[in-house]
């Protein structure tokens, strides 16, 4: 079964930090364009972070540049979301993509920023 678990979610102060996970199952994310989005309350979905099939090359939304990082592992199957720097503006569902010939997307994982 194609699947894609996240996990890692929950609530932040402001300037703190957490990683989301993305575990994949019934396939392998080497083979895939792996991306994180997120999508905040009457917001449209938006992309956060890409990283190629591969792991060649990384990909930033402006609004994230310098303070997230997406990476994977091969070995667990597995990609990362590493938030530093977290502002309130970051509260969101985080959303898990793995997209090649066919497109596959995670459940989410709530992230709120708040003091």
């Known amino acids: 079964q194609v699947q894609l678990v996240e996990s890692g979610g929950g609530l932040v102060q402001p300037g703190g930090s957490l990683r989301l996970s993305c575990a994949a199952s019934?396939?392998?994310?080497?083979?895939?364009?792996m991306s994180w989005y997120r999508q905040a309350p009457g917001e449209e979905r938006e992309l956060v972070a890409t990283?190629?099939?591969?792991?060649?090359?990384?990909n930033y939304a402006d609004s994230v540049k310098g303070r997230f990082a997406i990476s994977g592992d091969n070995a667990k199957n597995t990609v990362y979301l590493q938030m530093n720097h977290l502002k309130p503006e970051d509260t969101a569902v985080y959303y898990c993509?793995?997209?090649?010939?066919?497109?596959?997307w995670g459940q989410g994982t709530q992230v709120t920023v708040s003091s």
């Open positions: 019934g396939f392998t994310i080497s083979s895939y364009a």
């Open positions: 993509s793995a997209k090649s010939w066919r497109e596959v």
């Open positions: 990283i190629s099939r591969g792991g060649f090359t990384t």
